[in-house]
């Protein structure tokens, strides 16, 4: 193994390791959700189990509009994660996506970490993924193309970390070309082009620019949730200034931003950055998100109870969703979605 691949994999299992042991959420920081409530409804006439979450995520029918977040790849021990991850997604029927393919670009090693999604997840979307830092460096979009058909990829992700490349010790904080890159990827690739952030959001200013670019679907991936600066920090010896644990835009403010831009371009929205209860989940799906997605909470929830966990876990959520359709008069997430919070500061 080289040196930069085998870095690749000692980075990866530290990153396991600090987000299954280490407290790494934001300090001072929260996903935003809180400062909404509820409209309740008196007069309700849902009809509770006749409510349904099925859905289609880019062609592919699904049972919930809600995606397992790209985490892991590239090291022995991102293959039996991946590998329980992706029977919860079969057996539910949702999306999942995998980790960074950087590690895949690099050379053959743990190709099989990757490739496992696919093999246990064998008829829902599955979301290749790779750094914006490594997609500006590609002469070429050959190199994505062989990643999209090692897991038979139905969308790939672009992932925009600066935040996080500026605190890595070994980060490379330079994004010099992103836009044109972007710009070439969605030419070049057949299937649709997501960008999401890792945890300090994708504003509206932002989301514009790439969805000028092409992108057919952004991931806030907003602040509230795990941070990454966080993770970087337990592992960066140096000092880094504190201030930039909690750097990012919440998620909730995230979504009131893109979805206003669903007005001038066609594009699915996904809330994630902190959604960690079925309210949560809730909230954002009322702020606009067209689906959800989570990550370290699934994580957890797998290394602590297995797939049956992350299963229960999801369904448990879309349990609290339906509760909350049925109180707000609401029949469908579509109907979710029609003004039915209130500012919590303006309400009493
Ligand atoms: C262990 C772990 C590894 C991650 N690796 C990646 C990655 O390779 N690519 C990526 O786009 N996001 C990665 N993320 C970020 C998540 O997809 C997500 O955007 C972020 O953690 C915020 O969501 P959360 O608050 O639900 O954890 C990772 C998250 C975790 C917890």
């Not at 000028?212 to 140096?238: F, P, Q």
Request: charged share 25%; with cysteine; hydrophobic share 40%.
């Amino acid at each position: 193994m080289n040196i930069i691949s085998e870095q690749t994999s000692k980075r990866k299992k530290e990153h396991l390791e600090l987000s299954l042991n280490s407290d790494v959420s934001f300090k001072t920081k929260a996903n935003g959700f809180e400062q909404y409530d509820f409209i309740h409804d008196a007069t309700t006439e849902v009809e509770i189990d006749r409510i349904t979450f099925k859905t289609i995520f880019f062609k592919k029918k699904i049972n919930y509009p809600f995606l397992i977040s790209c985490m892991t790849g590239g090291s022995s021990e991102s293959e039996n994660i991946n590998a329980q991850l992706a029977i919860a997604a079969e057996e539910l029927q949702i999306p999942i996506g995998v980790g960074s393919q950087r590690q895949a670009l690099e050379n053959e090693n743990f190709r099989k970490s990757y490739q496992i999604i696919r093999k246990n997840a064998k008829s829902v979307p599955v979301l290749g993924n790779l750094g914006a830092a490594e997609l500006i460096k590609l002469k070429s979009m050959d190199p994505i193309k062989n990643l999209i058909n090692l897991i038979e990829a139905d969308a790939f992700v672009i992932h925009l970390n600066p935040l996080q490349e500026l605190i890595q010790p070994e980060g490379t904080p330079n994004f010099k070309g992103l836009l044109k890159s972007i710009k070439k990827l969605v030419k070049e690739i057949q299937v649709p082009i997501i960008v999401k952030e890792v945890g300090s959001g994708i504003g509206g200013r932002s989301s514009k620019k790439l969805l000028d670019a092409g992108v057919k679907g952004i991931d806030v991936a907003g602040a509230g949730g795990t941070s990454w600066a966080g993770i970087e920090m337990l592992r960066n010896k140096k000092a880094t200034d504190d201030y930039f644990w909690d750097w990012g835009l919440p998620t909730s403010f995230c979504l009131k931003e893109n979805v206003r831009l669903k007005n001038d371009y066609k594009f699915i929205l996904i809330g994630s950055g902190g959604i960690n209860s079925g309210v949560d989940a809730a909230k954002a799906f009322s702020l606009g998100a067209d689906y959800i997605a989570s990550a370290r909470i699934i994580l957890k929830e797998l290394d602590s109870n297995g797939t049956e966990g992350v299963k229960d876990l999801i369904t448990g959520w879309f349990g609290t969703i339906k509760k909350i359709m049925f109180l707000t008069g609401s029949n469908s997430l579509k109907d979710l979605r029609k003004k039915k919070l209130i500012r919590r500061e303006l309400s009493y």
